[in-house]
């Protein structure tokens, strides 16, 4: 949508902002093509990924802590220039919610941004069930992408407003985070299903290969000179 600058008497250009959340643990070439094909489409400036804090959805699963998973974050997406990475949800205290996501982004970001939340298809059809669903739908558009063996256009789907959703077929990549970290316990390799730094940062750091410090919740990250 193109606003008018009453000074110039022009046409402003509004500022196209993609907004990939997720666990991303790992992140994997599904998340980078998922927002990679949005960002053609929709004609993106930027895809902000945003490493959740706490998945609450995904309580009673062992997290990777949420620096690991942000620094891997960052080195997936450092050759892409449109590609950002942004700590509002790791740096917020609490379970993480997507509607507080959009609203600090969008305090960062100004009034002449419009935001698009990318979700795969699974995610999709479980938004009715974040907290403060109704809200969601005026703080951004959501684009659902396709992923393998998830039906994208569930009766789930049906509920959410049709102005305020695009469903979307991107290149089916049958990855997910949990297969690498299964793949990593059983000493199988991870190349080629993330990007070579990211197989890089997993063995650096010991991330999910099986042993007692994976298994604390409290193990510490590096960085703290701990566990080396
Ligand atoms: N292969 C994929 N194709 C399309 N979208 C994907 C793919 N993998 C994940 N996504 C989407 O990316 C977002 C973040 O996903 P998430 O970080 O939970 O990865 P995941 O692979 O689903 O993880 P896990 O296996 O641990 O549940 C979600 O909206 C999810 O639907
Ligand atoms: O807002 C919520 O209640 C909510 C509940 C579950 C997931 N989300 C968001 O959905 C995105 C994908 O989450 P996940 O758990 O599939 O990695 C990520 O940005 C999460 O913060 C949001």
């Not at 599904?30 to 309580?59: M, Y």
């Amino acid at each position: 949508m193109n606003g008018t600058n009453p000074a110039a008497g022009k046409a402003v250009r509004r500022y196209r902002l993609g907004v990939m959340g997720g666990t991303f643990d790992p992140i994997h070439h599904g998340h980078l093509v998922a927002a990679s094909e949005v960002a053609s489409r929709f004609d993106l400036d930027e895809v902000v990924f945003v490493p959740t804090g706490v998945p609450w959805q995904k309580k009673g699963r062992n997290v990777s802590p949420g620096e690991d998973r942000y620094l891997m974050t960052v080195i997936a997406t450092a050759s892409n220039p449109r590609f950002t990475v942004s700590r509002v949800d790791i740096d917020r205290p609490g379970d993480t919610y997507t509607v507080d996501t959009l609203k600090d982004l969008r305090a960062e970001r100004g009034a002449d941004t419009d935001f698009f939340f990318i979700t795969g298809a699974d995610a999709l059809a479980k938004i009715l069930t974040w907290r403060g669903a109704d809200e969601l739908f005026d703080l951004a558009h959501f684009v659902g992408v396709t992923r393998p063996g998830v039906e994208l256009n569930s009766p789930a789907v049906a509920h959410l407003p049709k102005d305020k959703i695009t469903l979307m077929e991107v290149p089916a990549l049958a990855i997910s985070s949990t297969a690498i970290r299964e793949r990593v316990a059983r000493g199988e390799p991870a190349w080629y299903l993330v990007p070579d730094g990211i197989v890089q940062y997993m063995a650096k750091v010991d991330l999910y290969r099986p042993g007692p410090e994976n298994l604390s919740a409290t193990r510490q990250h590096p960085a703290s000179g701990e566990g080396h």
